[in-house]
């Protein structure tokens, strides 16, 4: 593990490099306890310099066995070495010259799933950002990009299969039942791009014939016996490579394409070149044992690692305060990709869910950053969701801005121009500037600048001068280390909405330029007047949430009503009924905190009938507009002196009041829904089963709720709706024997399968309530559960730390005293995934002060901690900072 040396990376700090290694051959013999790793790298000096400083290479916890150069030993006396670098102190004066190491690693040992580990005895390596130096030292920077030869060899009984990046070139047997097998990969690669698998796996095979006609085949491996799960994964990669090249013009560029799953892995998946590694949640799937919600994640994942091979492997970054260059932009592409794929409007209210409740709070909290950060001191730590959902936020505006044909025209010339190289955010903008010849120095500022801007907007009508006024300021506040902010370029799409739901035309507008119905902000304050307006129309703002921002505007009751009800942009529909639940859930907290009666509007409980019924919207929109904002996103929303029982008391009576005013309405649309034929995976059966799985929620309330849903888990035929039975029972019901039956009857069922287990432990992670701290001690115990593997710490531990308000927030503090044992003996192993958990405690300073008090105790005990890690003391020291 490496401990803190408390060093700060700058991005002012940057420079290339004395040295580049353009040809890097590796040699494998893998075996658990000793590998040997020899590398053969061919140095040369950066051109123009006449100079021969020493070359330092990266390591990380190496041994050194020998080191060599231009076929020579090295003498002792040339070289220092330690475990984490190697210094040649007076390389060669030629251009070019050869170095060769050997280090010796052990990939049994390696708990921390950086560099080359073991997965249910399988080798598989992950590289990003800095595993590379784990397994031999290199310039292991993403500037330095190198063309690889890797010749692994192993006992055949061991690891039959034996893949790396790139095409396969030759394979034969060795003395003593060892055998080897070379790939090369032609395209030259950061190290972090560096991947290697070998040990005995299932595989699943296809192809794709490009649209150039080549044929590449496809692999997917996984472990023997699931083969059939990775049916729809191979579906959706194939889907993905056809997009990419309708779409962005972008063909597949090897003769293979190998996906592998393993089951301990830190994070999603990983774009190494041609050898894509998988955390097998994000692989495996059928109805048995996946929800909708799975299928849709593994075909996001899939298509976010193929795009990435063009965007972050083909075009990779300079340096890692890029990181969002690559992710922010595939993250974009596989946002419209699923778009594509499903429905478009569905799509990106999840989208801004997903935003709001994970970038929001990071942005408004300790932990806020740029998108493209300044500086860093663990880049473990900025896989973020401000690098990832709002890097793509910030691409999304750059094509409302631009327009989609000059987009693409920008796309194109950033592909043309910087294929093969390591480039920065500058470069991407200036191809959007070139192509469209605006500048875009001002909308830079997304990238500079931390923190969620808010926009303020009055609407004014004036009736003898047809005039519609709004007036509109924005600010951004202020974040760690920034606490001036710049004025920014806005996008903010809208409609002026006519009494019949049509948007109204007007006679022209100024104050603003506006554009393809794009309302573009460059000052701090704007008065917009449209002329020509009759009548006073509602103002739909935002409109598919065009800017990342928070929006404060005054608007009537009357005007929310309507828009919900009738605005023709359906995110802004949504945003509508959205606003007003989530204002009712404010006040009903605070109504219940004061311990007065909680009263609910009927026209609110009415609508949601309302909006529940209407067939013309798609299902799935009606189970998104009735998820009644979580308890997090409302105690986002209230800001601060939160006190996470009375809001869990509030959203609790608006569920109940809602299902009162509409029980036999939504018991006739729950029974309609019922599933005849059989099951497919495809949007609007899975939207079908969102609709009646919410509905199910909501009747849950009522008289008879646990034995409903009971029946519901009872008569389940596929997982979704076995598990949000499951979660009903074990959240609204926990203490009945319906909830015990089905909770030990799906262990019973699912015992031996470690993913669906992991949906058992976040079921009852996410129970609310003050029990739940020790039912999930309890569960640490249990033989399905691990701490070394990161699924099942996130399921169990995670799901606790960020989905389970009361039960972790728990006012005697009981929730965080159990979280801080945990957060220390999961770093012991992984300090990645620890320090992950800890970000669990970012918004500790909203809570009402009593738990405040006991959440900073927490995060200083952490901080007190012997050898904390450099992971863990960064989040830590941020959030207490
Ligand atoms: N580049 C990957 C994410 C990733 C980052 C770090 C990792 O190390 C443990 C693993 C994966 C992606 O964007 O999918
Ligand atoms: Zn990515």
Not at 115 to 135: D, P
Not at 323 to 351: M, N, P, W, Y
Not at 393 to 413: H, N, P, S
Not at 559 to 587: G, V
Request: proline share 4%; hydrophobic share 40%.
């Amino acid at each position: 593990m490496r401990t803190d040396t408390g060093q700060v990376f700058r991005l002012e700090d940057y420079r290339p490099s004395d040295y580049l290694i353009p040809l890097t051959g590796l040699t494998f013999r893998l075996s658990p306890d000793g590998t040997s790793v020899v590398s053969e790298l061919t140095v040369e000096r950066r051109s123009g310099s006449t100079e021969n400083p020493p070359l330092v290479l990266d390591g990380d916890g190496l041994v050194l066995k020998r080191v060599e150069i231009d076929g020579t030993s090295l003498d002792p006396a040339a070289y220092e070495s330690t475990p984490d670098r190697l210094t040649i102190k007076t390389p060669p004066a030629t251009q070019q010259f050869r170095v060769l190491i050997e280090t010796e690693i052990a990939p049994s040992k390696n708990q921390a799933l950086m560099g080359l580990y073991r997965s249910n005895n399988v080798y598989c390596t992950q590289c990003e950002a800095e595993g590379f130096r784990r397994i031999t030292y290199f310039l292991d920077r993403p500037d330095i990009l190198s063309v690889y030869t890797v010749r692994i060899e192993a006992r055949r009984d061991e690891a039959p299969l034996l893949l790396a990046n790139g095409n396969p070139v030759e394979r034969g047997d060795l003395a003593d039942g060892w055998h080897y097998a070379i790939w090369h990969d032609p395209f030259p690669k950061p190290s972090y791009l560096f991947a290697l698998v070998a040990g005995d796996l299932g595989r699943v095979a296809d192809s794709f014939v490009t649209v150039s006609g080549r044929e590449v085949e496809l692999g997917i491996y996984v472990e023997h016996g699931k083969e059939r799960l990775a049916a729809y994964a191979m579906d959706a990669l194939k889907r993905s490579m056809r997009w990419d090249e309708e779409v962005f013009g972008r063909e597949y560029d090897l003769d293979v394409f190998n996906i592998v799953a393993v089951s301990d892995f830190n994070m999603g998946a990983m774009e190494n070149k041609g050898l894509n590694i998988f955390n097998d949640k994000y692989v495996l799937a059928d109805e048995e044992t996946a929800t909708d919600t799975d299928f849709a994640n593994i075909e996001a994942i899939i298509a976010h690692e193929y795009f990435h091979n063009w965007t972050g492997n083909r075009i990779t970054c300079r340096d890692w305060f890029q990181l969002c260059l690559k992710e922010g932009l595939t993250v974009f592409r596989d946002h419209e990709f699923s778009a594509d794929q499903r429905s478009r409007s569905v799509k990106r209210i999840a989208e801004v869910r997903t935003l709001r409740a994970h970038q929001f709070p990071e942005d408004q909290g300790p932990l806020a950053h740029p998108v493209r950060p300044r500086r860093y001191r663990e880049i473990n730590n900025f896989y973020t969701a401000t690098v990832y959902e709002k890097g793509s936020e910030v691409v999304r505006m750059i094509r409302t801005i631009l327009g989609k044909a000059t987009f693409r025209k920008g796309m194109d010339l950033y592909f043309e121009r910087h294929d093969g190289e390591a480039a920065t955010i500058e470069d991407f903008l200036k191809v959007f500037e070139d192509v469209s010849g605006r500048d875009l120095s001002q909308f830079a500022l997304w990238y500079h600048q931390a923190g969620t801007p808010n926009v303020t907007v009055a609407a004014s009508h004036d009736a003898s001068s047809q005039q519609f006024t709004l007036e509109i300021e924005q600010s951004v506040p202020p974040t760690p280390s920034e606490s001036r902010k710049r004025v920014m370029h806005i996008p903010l799409a809208f409609g002026l909405v006519g009494p019949d739901g049509k948007d109204i035309a007007y006679d022209s507008v100024e104050g603003a330029t506006v554009e393809d119905d794009v309302l573009h902000l460059h000052k701090r304050r704007h008065t917009v007047r449209f002329s020509g307006v009759k009548e006073r129309p509602a103002i739909s703002l935002n409109r598919g949430f065009s800017a990342p921002i928070t929006l404060s505007i005054e608007q009537s009751a009357q005007d929310q009503y309507f828009l919900a009800r009738h605005d023709s942009d359906a995110f802004s529909r949504w945003q509508a009924f959205n606003t007003l639940l989530t204002e009712t859930l404010i006040s009903a907290f605070r109504q219940s905190r004061g311990g007065k009666p909680i009263e609910f509007s009927t026209d609110l409980l009415e609508l949601a009938g309302t909006i529940a019924a209407d067939e013309t919207l798609e299902h799935a929109f009606r189970a998104l507009a009735l998820t009644l904002p979580s308890e997090a996103d409302i105690a986002r929303e209230a800001a601060s002196n939160i006190d996470p029982d009375a809001i869990l008391a509030g959203r609790e009576a608006l569920m109940a009041a809602i299902a009162q005013a509409n029980a036999d309405l939504f018991t006739k649309l729950y029974h309609d829904l019922s599933s005849d034929g059989a099951f497919s995976p495809d949007a609007a059966s899975a939207g079908r089963r969102a609709l009646r799985n919410v509905l199910l929620d909501y009747l849950s309330t009522l008289p008879n709720g646990a034995a409903l849903a009971a029946t519901h888990f009872a008569e389940a035929t596929n997982m979704t709706d076995r598990a949000a039975a499951l979660t009903v029972l074990a959240h609204r019901h926990i203490d009945t024997p319906e909830a015990k039956e089905a909770l030990t009857g799906f262990e019973a069922r699912y015992r031996s399968d470690a993913l669906v287990m992991d949906k058992w432990f976040q079921i009852q992670a996410s129970a609310p309530g003050a029990g739940t701290v020790d039912r999930v001690k309890k569960l640490t115990t249990h033989p399905a559960f691990a701490l070394a593997n990161p699924n099942r710490v996130r399921s169990l531990i995670g799901t606790f730390a960020t989905l389970n308000q009361t039960g972790f927030h728990r006012a005697d503090g009981a929730g965080y005293e159990f979280f801080v044992e945990t957060v220390l003996s999961v770093e012991k192993r992984n300090p990645q995934v620890a320090a992950r958990l800890a970000t669990a405690l970012r918004s500790w300073r909203s809570l009402e002060p009593r738990r405040q008090a006991k959440a900073r105790e927490a995060l200083v005990t952490i901080s007190r901690a012997e050898n904390l890690s450099a992971d863990l003391r960064d989040i830590v020291e941020r959030t207490l900072a």
